[in-house]
């Protein structure tokens, strides 16, 4: 699920963009006042904020936090958790091939 949410993020993106009035052709389309990709990025500005990515950061973590913590101990898989934030190494998915 989680996978699933940039890549419908760009194509909405890309779909709001390809339909957005061209101001050659003002009059025989029905424009709206506002541009569509301001409205897309007060949309997503919205719906995407800290909170959340803090949520969808810790549900990725969940899985290995656990599973250290079922292992090891509760000590050593928060310490595991506060290195991968404060590294940034969840930035490292998106450069991944």
Do not use: N
Not at 7 to 20: G, K
């Amino acid at each position: 699920l989680l996978s699933w949410v940039m890549p419908t993020v760009l194509f909405t993106w890309s779909l709001v963009l390809a339909t957005d009035c061209d101001g050659r052709f003002g009059a025989f389309e029905g424009c709206a006042k506002h541009p569509a990709p301001e409205l897309m990025g007060r949309m997503l500005a919205s719906i995407y904020t800290y909170a959340l990515l803090l949520l969808v950061l810790l549900a990725t973590a969940l899985p290995l936090f656990t599973e250290e913590w079922l292992e090891r101990s509760l000590k050593i898989a928060v310490k595991r958790l506060l290195k991968q934030v404060f590294t940034l190494s969840f930035l490292m998915f998106v450069f991944q091939a």
